[in-house]
């Protein structure tokens, strides 16, 4: 007998962790405002857990008290739980997953039906803009890591050149 895992839940394979794969996506993610979380997006490859990786961070500057960060945290990481398959259904998971992070920045514990229409708002923006914005850059860039020619891939290198020192170093006086 096959066992079928729920999908609705949010599983520990859909937060987003590792130190690496969380400072390249806040260098190199997609950054927008969407009140009130300051999201950041990006594609990461393929993986067969899950589709989306979630990152939730609430200010220790807007709420002092630890109880008050968790309380915000669970409220956003539920109103997330019941709204993913609007992004989920847009994400081709052969290819690659999405890392996301919401980062909360009101200084009000939010009351949990009314963040879950702005999570709601939010997923419906990102599947429509951000996630085909990406998709396109990821594409372009592949396209352009093979579209150089012979001549640009065998280029002399800076530091073999005296007259690059400008290029390389920055002058002290500016």
């Given at each position: 007998m096959l066992i079928k895992k729920h999908t609705n839940g949010l599983r520990k394979a859909e937060r987003l962790s590792g130190?690496?794969?969380i400072r390249n996506l806040f260098?190199?993610?997609l950054g927008y405002y969407h009140f009130p979380f300051r999201v950041i997006v990006m594609l990461m490859p393929a993986d067969k857990q899950a589709p989306v990786h979630l990152l939730i961070s609430v200010s220790k500057r807007n709420f002092k008290k630890a109880y008050q960060r968790n309380k915000v945290k669970r409220i956003i990481r539920e109103s997330f739980r019941l709204n993913k398959y609007l992004i989920i259904d847009s994400i081709n998971s052969d290819e690659y997953s999405l890392a996301l992070a919401l980062i909360y920045t009101a200084k009000e514990v939010p009351?949990?039906?009314?963040?879950?229409?702005?999570m709601a708002s939010l997923l419906s923006h990102m599947k429509d803009n951000a996630v085909s914005q990406?998709?396109?850059n990821q594409i372009?860039?592949?396209e352009k890591k093979f579209s150089k020619t012979y001549t640009e891939l065998n280029e002399e290198p800076l530091l073999n050149n005296p007259d690059n020192s400008d290029k390389i170093f920055r002058k002290s006086d500016e």
């Open positions: 130190h690496t794969v260098e190199n993610g009351v949990f039906s009314q963040l879950t229409v702005k990406l998709i396109k372009s860039s592949s």
